[in-house]
């Protein structure tokens, strides 16, 4: 048996799918940056039988384990008896904590209802943990040695003040997390997670820090995690590995930890005292929804056009009608007569556009759902586009996200590469 | 051992808290709905020995073994080799599903890589459950009479659609589920979770159907969930509940299950011929990206202005410039000439629009955060505007959110209220 810890879960609305399981990813946060191995977690019902027999197997497995539910006042809330009753021992009522649910109803001018004397009742020999925020206290309880047990209710806010204010203390007071895990997130865009992985294989084999790669919407993320005595020691053993898988990753790699494309645009414009203004179609104003979700966003985006129908094309951006029948909505012409549009209109730096079929309906043969051209007019009057075939399985949403990151990405990717060849100083 | 189902999610980065387990809720519901019971649910890392363990556990408690993640090209992906070993049987390569993989890289433009290989080593005796959006499929094994193993990918976009494309069909037809829950929810806008709970409260104590309230995001939701023995039966319970529920909800009410706010506006629209432009500041394209997530909606949605700096305001939408000055760009004036202006610049039966301060930074004494305006402008040339004080205490994109639904919810009620006054047909 490990030194490891084990979260469970108990309620019957988290297997019903009511709820969102947000206790087991705070619990699995805290245990990481406390340095505490934790291998499994098991959410079971308000039931006494099954909650029994995951008890028996986490104890098997683990040395400290961590509950959370099922303390309320009604008779589903059957963690603490439950508990007892498998360590086999009486419950013993504590009048401290009586008093202090009474006094903390008649604060709130209301009563203690009977039910809540059961709240009350905690294991012979179990200490109180205590719950500044609502009527259910926890236990800290070590009923066999080498064997503790963390309890508490189910609502998060009251559960995560509980465990800062006394379960770190107590645990790390008890010996528990000696070493923290400090972990950096590198960010990827325009390169598969499968490339990236096959590009940086002998880092994944690594084992202080670990490196482990992660992919969703399009992006992809190498995890750099190092388990050391403190912050400053972890971020030793991080700092030379993520600067080389930033070399490998090249003009790939975008950001760290809370950075989006977004934001890596931003500061490019803002360093540059530069501007932007954008001309969507299929993303239908997903594009300055990303730029405009970027606090202080206003210093360097100046706006935008949703020009979804084509006369708005014509009639907000200056598109040529003949060249929108001639080449069609969806075409390297209209994605540059766009952002140029844009671009002249708003007397902006630089104009990114962004037209294609975002599906489901609208798609030919040659012009299928996913086709999506991306338009870029720059300070010196140059104008780019750029073509891309996304496919329809995935789906309209997908679509339009991976279109206006894409976007973004071509703009960094521009920005960045200037502002390498200027750091040479020629 | 019951006739029930049990859940194991696999990945390190749930252990560490890093992604939320969102599959677990989709699956929990899921299996409500399906009336399979399901009493626990496991997570455990990327490794092969706890894994094992996990499985030894389920196969003693579960006839169904519902198993998410662990599917992808990186050598830290071992769902699939785990169980192969675990159940003692070789790994089989299958063709079609190389050649199915090989076939999605090349329609997105790029190569299979050769790590992507091992996707299509499947154990002996199992079927492939299809994956339609990514490359990891899943599998459909029976490796011992009685237990049934489904895997999916932990991308939750890729395993919800193969959960009801092959998993739902596949399990009905092997006889799980006899008696199906089945639940509507009815959606409202512009009334408090706590004041429409207050409404409905007799009906909160139904038993079959049942009534729940549900609240996120600024939206109220009833749930109505019947058990029966079919999905028509179960309508039948939910219909007369449903349509009392409705006359409480009266004009807050606007849908139920897949309606949005931009849905919903947009079928007033499309019935009534009509069509709408967007001039938005503070929310810098959220509005025109709900309004274009709908599947033609280029039938109704012209575009629109994302009139970001005052600049744009007055060159895209020819708003004011002295009454930028004398009013500030957050004002009832300034909303309803963004709405008139995109409106005639765009030819459209309706303009709409959105200027706020969305914050951190921007907000004064008498121009605080979250001040917002919107502005209405319609087919006879009439303009509105409505002022809303949503508070800076939620954050900017809750900001940006709220305002982009409030300025639907705006639209709708006008439009909802001129249909209903039709169909008095006087």
């Not at 059961?118 to 206290?137: I, T």
């Not at 390169?191 to 482990?212: G, H, M, Q, R």
Request: net charge negative; proline share 5%.
């Amino acid at each position: 048996m490990s030194l490891s810890a084990e979260v469970i879960c108990v309620g019957t609305e988290l297997l019903l799918g009511d709820i969102l399981n947000t206790n087991a990813q705070f619990l699995a946060q805290q245990l990481a940056q406390l340095g505490i191995p934790h291998y499994y977690q098991t959410v079971v019902g308000d039931n006494p039988l099954r909650l029994k027999k995951v008890l028996a197997i986490a104890c098997e497995r683990s040395r400290l384990i961590i509950l959370t539910g099922g303390l309320g006042p009604t008779p589903d809330d059957l963690t603490i008896e439950t508990l007892a009753d498998f360590f086999d021992v009486p419950l013993v009522e504590h009048p401290e904590i009586l008093e202090d649910i009474t006094q903390k109803y008649a604060r709130r001018g209301r009563q203690m209802s009977p039910s809540n004397r059961k709240q009350a009742l905690l294991p012979e020999g179990a200490e109180v943990l205590p719950n500044s925020s609502g009527s259910a206290p926890g236990v800290i309880w070590q009923p066999r040695t080498g064997l503790t047990i963390l309890t508490f209710p189910g609502v998060p806010s009251e559960m995560q003040l509980m465990w800062q204010e006394t379960a770190v203390p107590y645990l790390r007071q008890q010996g528990w997390g000696q070493e923290i895990i400090h972990s950096r997130m590198l960010k990827f865009w325009g390169i598969a997670e499968s490339a990236l992985a096959e590009k940086v294989a002998p880092f994944l084999d690594l084992s202080n820090p670990t490196v482990a790669p992660y992919a969703n919407h399009g992006e992809v993320k190498l995890r750099i995690a190092a388990r050391a005595e403190s912050e400053a020691i972890a971020r030793q053993l991080i700092e030379p590995v993520e600067h080389q898988l930033r070399q490998i990753g090249g003009l790939d790699y975008y950001g760290a930890d809370e950075d989006s494309l977004a934001s890596v645009v931003g500061e490019h414009l803002q360093t540059a005292h530069e501007t932007l203004g954008t001309a969507e179609s299929c993303t239908g104003g997903g594009l300055g929804q990303m730029l405009t979700s970027i606090p202080g966003s206003s210093n360097y985006f100046m706006g935008g056009v949703i020009s979804y129908d084509n006369q708005a094309k014509i009639s907000l951006l200056g598109v040529n009608a003949q060249d929108l029948a001639q080449h069609g909505a969806v075409s390297h012409t209209i994605a540059k007569q766009m952002a140029a549009g844009v671009r002249s209109r708003l007397g902006t730096t630089w104009g990114l556009s962004i037209t294609g079929i975002a599906g489901p309906g609208g798609g030919t043969a040659s012009k299928p759902v996913g086709l999506v051209y991306i338009g870029l007019a720059g300070p010196q009057d140059e104008i780019e586009s750029y073509e891309y075939q996304f496919g329809s399985f995935r789906g309209r949403s997908w679509i339009q996200r991976i279109s206006a990151c894409t976007a973004l990405d071509q703009l960094r990717r521009k920005l960045l590469t200037r502002s390498l060849l200027e750091d040479l100083a020629f």
